[in-house]
């Protein structure tokens, strides 16, 4: 299920929406960014690390979206991470009576039923401005920005030259905005704080679709920020995720795309 991204940092993307979970090694186990989606791949990847002896000992969500704070009990009881922002948004989610009937209507159809949302946001939230991630392994700087989601964060693996990007710098997905003030220009500032750290980057694992490699962090900025450009402009983007370049089987972004128009001409 995973594959080697760099010295200690692999990666297992799920059948669906192509999600990436990073998996970081440590001294005394792994950290898991971003685990699932389906129960089933969440319990498969538990079983191949821990039958390699690698004991998940720490978790990190990069935000509250239901496909990035999810865990399995199988990955056992390890303490579960996030931004400050992310996860008072996923407690005030948790408070409410009904969420676990949302949870279970927002999800795609083709899993619907596969997804657990018992363990789903039970995060530990990190104090305001933490640049790192408590645990015993390579040190993860947290990045967090405005950009997509309450509490986005990244995280770069320093010494590895790996960038985490979550929901953002993706190969297939346009930028999505979050319900904001000012949403294109919260993702201009996430995009302009990843570029401040894009030199130090060697490879990037998007929330969604292929990792990229040498030169290619700086591209993925380029080409997100082009967009959000367009969309404040009025203007059709010319990008290769959307129309007639879209990857088979990716057309739905097209409407996404017209979709976020849509609500912001109407904000």
Not at 8 to 18: D, E, F, I, T, W
Not at 50 to 59: C, F, I, L, M, T
Not at 155 to 184: K, N, W
Not at 227 to 242: E, F, K, S
Request: with cysteine.
């Amino acid at each position: 299920m995973l594959t080697q991204v760099a010295t200690g940092v692999l990666v297992h993307q799920s059948a669906l929406l192509r999600n990436n979970t990073v998996v970081v090694e440590g001294e005394e186990g792994v950290l898991l960014v971003d685990p699932g989606i389906t129960d089933d791949e969440m319990a498969c990847l538990a079983n191949d690390l821990a039958e390699s002896g690698r004991p998940v000992v720490a978790g990190f969500a990069t935000h509250p979206d239901w496909d990035h704070a999810l865990w399995h009990t199988a990955f056992g009881d390890a303490p579960r991470y996030g931004t400050d922002r992310c996860a008072a948004y996923l407690r005030d989610l948790r408070s409410k009576a009904n969420w676990q009937t949302e949870f279970a209507e927002g999800l795609p159809p083709e899993i619907a039923g596969e997804v657990s949302s018992d363990l789903f946001g039970i995060i530990a939230g990190l104090p305001a401005g933490s640049a790192r991630i408590p645990w015993d392994g390579p040190e993860l700087r947290i990045i967090e920005h405005p950009a997509h989601a309450p509490g986005h964060a990244a995280l770069l693996i320093e010494d590895r030259g790996v960038l985490v990007a979550g929901d953002m710098l993706s190969d297939v997905l346009v930028p999505m905005f979050d319900h904001t003030a000012d949403p294109l220009g919260d993702y201009l500032t996430g995009l302009r704080l990843l570029e401040e750290i894009a030199d130090d980057v060697d490879v990037v694992v998007p929330g969604h679709g292929a990792v990229g490699r040498a030169g290619q962090a700086r591209a993925r900025i380029d080409l997100d920020r082009a967009y959000v450009h367009a969309v404040r402009d009025g203007r059709t983007p010319d990008d290769p995720r959307i129309g007639s370049s879209a990857e088979p089987g990716w057309e739905w972004v097209s409407d996404l795309h017209a979709g976020q128009v849509q609500r912001l001409a109407s904000a």
